[in-house]
């Protein structure tokens, strides 16, 4: 197994025909920032394109981001649920992720098999033959956005209250697109707030956060705008969903440029289900109808990156009211009572 | 679909006979703390035994004894890295891990056909058929220990520093164990520091992080030993290197009786690889030497669930000096300039 480790460490986004996949075209711009992020150690290669190790001053301006994002519902009954990486498979399933999405999503397989089914894997892996048969299917998918695992939870619990519910997620999400725009991480953080209950309650709490993150974007100093958008469904009959989508508006992103010289990168996106989850999952109001469902969930990573891209890949340097407003707003955060232990 | 979420959510802990495992057996007294563990909202099941969600307040422990853990790195020279819950297949190969515990490693999946394969992909996951098929290995597995994908990163530098190296680690991991055993999550944190230098810097490490974890033990009343131990090496050959792991005192774990009736739960985990891993990545001290190399983990679930076994699911009624001791500690980790861009 040795000189497999050397292959390794020598190649760093390497390639050895096991599993791989057409690699994305590489504009130019999209590969020299990546470049820099590597070059600077604030991203580390794992030898994977989209996957990467973070440093602690990545990690810090990632934790910031998120804290200005929690400001939000400071003083709202918001609820905070967490979530492991990886989720139910037949919960992603019954979320029509499949229908949409198919190329994105992450399937967890493990060997279930015995000594001898164990011999004959390590020498398939020594010999790089087709190992993938000894694997099955387990239970879990990687998940694919931060509120899918919600849904079903919070219809258990039986009728929404008179004033809907809030929830406020964090976690890790895969998506399978391997790319080197940063920007196109294959693993990443989303913040999301979670909104259930009547189609009013929905498209208030839509609006308040849009505001909010505009607001956090001029604090930032990014150059956002707000705009409908559609999911990237897939195939031909995508194309037709993708429309609906954009009609009724059900859809916007919150777009910065920058990071990818060809188009703007969505940093936020601002979703209105309409009652599709709440039909799905038989989420019902407090009156008895089936609940409408929004959520609208923060890109951690890339507004981490929009910020080294804009203002410079030392944070140290970055300008006084941009670094106030990061720190500031993570005061604002820690004042409100956030230990709900103590 | 829609008939399918409706099963999941009737269902909880189901079983859909797709990719599904032989059940674990059930000893009495670990139902009884998980059941008691869900009805108080601290875990969330998911309908996957041994992937929960976590409440606010399960997580605000969780935070605080991660910052007891982290009290022993300040004023150290110690890199903080992060990394996502998945990392590149081809390293984790070379580690040696599907030799030793080939069961546990989740391999990450993906669909990269063309709108035919699509059709036939929903129609077989409509079917319940073998849709498998339809997949294919990503380069990516899930992390099973935090401190895999270090190594070879570490290496790609070049020699050690004369001191060596204290890397500071913390992610998600995945082990593919279903259990009703709450302590036998499939996924878990893993806060974790690794150390590669000589053989004296790498056992004093051992030594320093074994007083560190028995002084927190103390401070939150849990009654703890620390044991020699051996990894669960899979089949019969995996015997043989299990009783040579523990002649040679490589592995160390600190042991909490209590959540499990049956046996004690490994909370930490005390590592030394001796020569192996600087063997396989090359990393070489400033002396030219292989490396000698050493990790020492915390299982974050497993202390915190530790506290609510042993002081009651109730934090606010915890011991004053246990609530003290993991609030000081975090004061403590806090104080330190732990901010690295200010």
């Known amino acids: 197994m040795l000189n497999r480790a050397e292959d390794i460490t020598k190649a760093e986004i390497g390639s050895d025909g096991l599993g791989d996949f057409p690699a994305a075209p590489r504009p130019r711009d999209s590969l020299s920032f990546l470049e820099a992020l590597l070059a600077s150690g604030l991203l580390i290669s794992t030898g994977v394109e989209g996957v990467y190790g973070r440093s602690a001053v990545f990690e810090e301006v990632v934790a910031r981001v998120n804290a200005m994002v929690g400001v939000w519902g400071a003083g709202k009954h918001v609820e905070m649920l967490r979530f492991p990486p990886a989720m139910n498979r037949k919960v992603l399933e019954a979320s029509g992720f499949w229908q949409n999405c198919p190329e994105q999503i992450g399937t967890v397989f493990s060997f279930c098999g015995d000594d001898r089914d164990h011999q004959r894997l390590l020498k398939c892996l020594d010999n790089r033959d087709d190992w993938a048969e000894e694997l099955k299917p387990s239970r879990l998918s990687m998940t694919p956005a931060a509120c899918y695992p919600v849904y079903s939870i919070i219809a258990a619990r039986g009728p929404l209250p ?24 294959q693993m990443f953080r ?29 604090a930032l100093r990014l150059p956002a705008t707000v705009e409908v958008a559609n999911d990237p469904f897939f195939g031909r009959a995508g194309k037709i969903v993708a429309d609906i989508q954009r009609r009724q508006e059900l859809k916007y992103e ?24 709440g039909e799905v999952w ?31 890949l030392e944070a140290q340097g970055w300008p006084d009211d941009v670094r106030a407003a990061l720190w500031v707003e993570e005061k604002r955060a820690t004042a409100a009572p956030r230990s709900v232990v103590r």
Chains 1, 2 share one sequence.
């Open 162 to 185: 008179e004033a809907g519910r809030i929830v406020d997620i964090l976690s890790y999400c895969f998506r399978h697109e391997p790319s080197i725009d940063p920007a196109r991480m």
């Open 190 to 218: 989303q913040r999301e707030f979670v909104r259930m209950g009547t189609a009013d309650q929905v498209q208030d709490f839509r609006k308040q956060l849009m505001e909010h993150a505009s607001g956090m974007m001029r």
């Open 254 to 277: 919150l777009l910065i440029p920058g990071i990818n010289a060809e188009k703007p990168t969505a940093c936020a996106s601002f979703n209105y289900h309409l009652d599709r989850f």
């Open 282 to 312: 038989k989420i019902t109001t407090d009156a008895g109808q089936v609940a409408h469902t929004g959520c609208v969930g923060f890109g951690l990573e890339r507004i981490a990156l929009s910020l080294f891209k804009h203002h410079g």
